[in-house]
């Protein structure tokens, strides 16, 4: 049996998972984007853009469900949700913005010194 608890066992929605699943969408979607561009790849046009469809479906529940547990802000999950199915370029560079407000709130709040 294991010392764990059951809550460490289950996979985790944190915010960097979701940037790297927003970022990988958008590779997909770039992808997507050269094939449409060059002729006599429709194969590859369907695939993409099947992936797409998908991708950016499971990324809007997984977003939903940051939202309700203020993994991510409102602004980023509009930016995923509404404006990623039609470019999830939104999305990754919210991602980005919202990590570099993150990155200067932390150092803006003073250390707490852990031997007082």
Do not use: Q
């Not at 529940?61 to 995923?80: D, E, F, M, N, Y």
């Amino acid at each position: 049996m294991s010392d764990k608890p059951a809550a460490s066992r289950s996979p985790s929605l944190s915010f960097e998972t979701l940037k790297k699943l927003s970022f990988t969408h958008s590779g997909i979607y770039l992808c997507l984007l050269i094939v449409w561009l060059v002729p006599g790849l429709a194969i590859y046009e369907s695939i993409f853009g099947f992936i797409h469809g998908i991708g950016w479906i499971l990324i809007v529940l997984l977003i939903l469900l940051a939202l309700r547990a203020r993994v991510v802000g409102l602004r980023t999950g509009v930016a995923v949700g509404v404006l990623g199915g039609l470019a999830p370029f939104f999305g990754s560079y919210e991602f980005v913005r919202e990590g570099r407000r993150r990155e200067a709130a932390k150092s803006l709040t003073p250390e707490t010194d852990s031997r007082n």
